[in-house]
């Protein structure tokens, strides 16, 4: 199943899209987290201001 997906992610549609991953320090424990999401490719800048 592995294979379709990156398949899928090969094609022309796919290539308007990024998987993205943000460090986030947790206010709970002060622990960092990983925020991964996959984001149009213009909305990048977003995703990393915290917009999103």
């Known amino acids: ?3 379709k997906v990156v ?3 090969k ?3 796919g290539k308007q899209f990024t998987k993205c991953i943000k ?3 947790s206010e709970k424990t002060g622990a ?3 925020k ?3 984001v149009p490719n213009d909305q ?3 995703f990393f201001e ?3």
């Open 1 to 3: 199943m592995a294979k």
């Open 50 to 52: 915290g917009k999103k």
């Open 23 to 25: 460090m986030v320090k």
């Open 7 to 9: 398949a899928t992610l």
């Open 36 to 38: 991964e999401s996959i």
């Open 44 to 46: 990048i800048k977003e």
């Open 11 to 13: 094609t022309g549609v």
């Open 32 to 34: 960092y987290i990983f």
